[in-house]
């Protein structure tokens, strides 16, 4: 099984089926859309197939810059986002949920930055995440 509820290599979910799956947190993604998109404009959506492993994915792209990546899950979804150094050492001045500081201090560093997925289910996830995305678009 693929880590997104979407394998199938031949076409991207439509809205219909991401709100399925989805379910009572189809909203948290339409909200963290609309943040993005009111906050960094202008926004691009753009769907990626990853492989039979981790399967499809929505990315959110200022010009060449993904500023989150999405995969759908039943009930709610994985967030992936990418820290640079600066943005990942302010994260530890911030009001963040330590687990979510230890993510980021046990990521790999890599010339991009640090890597980590949060999981979204619950409004006070999206706010963690748009905290985080916030971080890494002021850097």
Do not use: C
């Amino acid at each position: 099984m693929a880590l997104s509820a979407f394998d199938d290599k031949s076409r991207p979910p439509d809205a219909a089926e991401v709100k399925d799956v989805l379910g009572t947190s189809a909203g948290l993604w339409d909200r963290l859309i609309a943040h993005v998109a009111e906050n960094h404009d202008p926004i691009t959506e753009e769907w990626s197939f990853s492989g039979a492993t981790n399967g499809w994915s929505l990315r959110l792209r200022r010009k060449e810059r993904v500023v989150v990546y999405m995969i759908p899950q039943a009930g709610g979804f994985l967030a992936g986002v990418v820290l640079g150094e600066k943005a990942a050492s302010a994260a530890h001045e911030r009001d963040l949920p330590d687990a979510v500081l230890r993510l980021i201090d046990a990521a790999p560093r890599y010339a991009e930055g640090r890597g980590i997925r949060l999981r979204v289910a619950t409004r006070g996830d999206l706010r963690t995440l748009q905290r985080l995305i916030e971080l890494k678009m002021a850097r």
